[in-house]
């Protein structure tokens, strides 16, 4: 137990944090005279009150993070700041269970987008709001953000980094101090973001709306204030708008970072995981534009092509935004766009899925042992963009690829179990667990998950969290040598 309680120490530093970013969204309740502000003040005082009083508790315990800890606190810190940010919807809907109240808090953190909320319409614009800015410090990951302030706490931040960022390169430092890599990033994403805005906003948008979806686009939550999403603007400009933000949210931030320093665009071509990317979407969308037209779902090739690049932009990004019911499409065209959101974000982006570059180790790999059963003795590495991969990581890759596979063929099943048809329960699992949102069936774009029972929306719960952490983070604190010291 007193292994522990040195990370609950953090962890109660952190809810300070938490407890003031509150005050954001209590201050949108009281710019717009809405019934939510008794909500956040609540959740925030009880929060500021709980954290300050564990931090003086604990705080004899405090010691430098060890590599465990980091994985521990990540994990507290995400299931602990759903649970805080649940309270407000908790509070604010009479009726809503503490269940759906806590899918939509992790949906937001994790920038799944999938709600079990209906009439968005009319939703007091303080929970609304609320509901993107979780989806943006989900997407950049709010350990980050905790990673930039924490020195100034006197702790450490390079454990929880290697933690929570996502990818191959978790060791490849873009400077000195990693303090530094993680103001770098939220400087990228928060300048990002206000452009975004100001996109949005000269398309169309209220303000309002603008300022929403700019938190939802960037960080591919797919939130949005409307009931039917994007497709409740009806407006070509905006959704060209939303596709090139969810590309650019989808682009590792490390290589946006690349580009700026180099001051040439260039440098994205030269990334592998972005050639990859764009080929595939072209020549998806161009295939499934054509099918859709020539089995006349749409009457002009135009309307085919521009309702199939978004959604599959969109989706196949793990964004989750909708501009056409896309469950009415035929199965195969569907199917396709998950199994782009699993394999096309590229690492150390906002997107979910098994990350681009797994995906191109995978190949490389398996192309270089056919070779190698032609020819036995011949010597071949394998490089991603110019670097080679050593055999260790190619080994680490397989492995997760094969346990996140395993994930969706387990929870499907389970969620099978409990009365979904497979449609339902298997586009569900691949929509949580690559933090997409809309799957097909009952939980497709033009439903939400309101209608799932309890046991299924808790088993869509923790697949949102696998998915976020990328499974090794969560697993591995249920291994007994994980306690052993």
């Not at 686009?217 to 400009?237: E, K, M, Q, R, V």
């Amino acid at each position: 137990m007193y292994k522990i309680i040195p990370t609950i120490h953090i962890l109660s530093k952190l809810g300070v944090l938490f407890s003031i970013l509150l005050l954001v969204p209590t201050m949108v309740s009281y710019i717009y005279l809405d019934d939510a502000l008794r909500a956040f003040g609540s959740t925030a005082l009880v929060t500021i009150i709980s954290s300050v009083a564990i931090w003086l508790l604990t705080r004899r315990y405090q010691r430098e993070l060890r590599v465990r800890d980091g994985f521990t606190l990540v994990f507290m810190l995400w299931v602990g700041f759903a649970v805080v940010a649940a309270m407000p919807f908790y509070l604010y809907f009479p009726q809503m269970s503490y269940t759906d109240a806590l899918f939509e808090a992790m949906s937001g953190l994790t920038t799944t987008g999938a709600t079990v909320i209906t009439s968005l319409d009319t939703l007091a614009p303080s929970i609304n709001f609320w509901r993107h800015m979780l989806n943006w410090l989900g997407g950049m990951g709010i350990i980050v953000l905790a990673v930039a302030i924490l020195p100034m706490l006197g702790v450490g931040g390079t454990q929880l980094f290697k933690a929570e960022i996502p990818g191959l390169d978790k060791d490849n430092k873009i400077a000195p101090r990693i303090s530094q890599v993680a103001k770098k990033l939220w400087l990228t994403y928060a300048i990002s973001t206000v452009v975004a805005c100001l996109a949005l906003y000269w398309a169309g948008m209220s303000w309002f709306d603008a300022v929403c979806h700019a938190l939802s686009t960037i960080s591919l939550g797919g939130f949005s204030t409307h009931d039917d999403s994007i497709a409740y603007f009806n407006s070509p400009s905006i959704e060209m708008i939303v596709m090139a933000i969810t590309l650019f949210g989808a682009i590792s931030f490390v290589t946006h970072l690349s580009v700026v320093g180099a001051r040439t665009p260039q440098r994205y071509w030269r990334d592998e995981e972005f050639r990859i990317m764009v080929s595939m979407l072209v020549v998806s969308i161009t295939a499934v534009s054509v099918y859709l037209w020539h089995k006349q779902y749409y009457p002009t090739f135009e309307e085919s092509l521009r309702y199939t690049s978004f959604n599959f932009v969109s989706i196949g990004l793990s964004s989750g935004f909708a501009n056409a019911d896309f469950a009415q499409w035929p199965l195969i065209t569907s199917l396709w766009m998950f199994f782009l959101a699993n394999v096309l974000a590229s690492s150390g982006s906002m997107g979910g899925g098994i990350k681009n570059a797994r995906a191109i180790v995978l190949a490389k790999f398996s192309l270089r042992e056919m070779l190698l059963l032609l020819h036995p003795n011949a010597v071949r590495n394998v490089k991603v963009n110019g670097r080679t991969i050593p055999e260790r990581t190619a080994l680490t890759v397989m492995a997760f690829i094969f346990v996140y596979f395993m994930t969706v063929v387990l929870f499907t099943f389970l969620m099978m179990a409990t009365g979904l048809d497979f449609i339902s329960a298997f586009s569900a699992v691949i929509a949580c667990i690559t933090n997409a949102g809309p799957g097909l069936g009952v939980v497709g774009p033009a439903h939400n998950y309101s209608a799932l029972a309890d046991v299924q929306k808790w088993l869509c719960t923790a697949v949102m969290l696998l998915g976020r952490l990328e499974i090794f983070t969560v697993l591995i604190l249920f291994t007994p040598p994980y306690w052993k010291k």
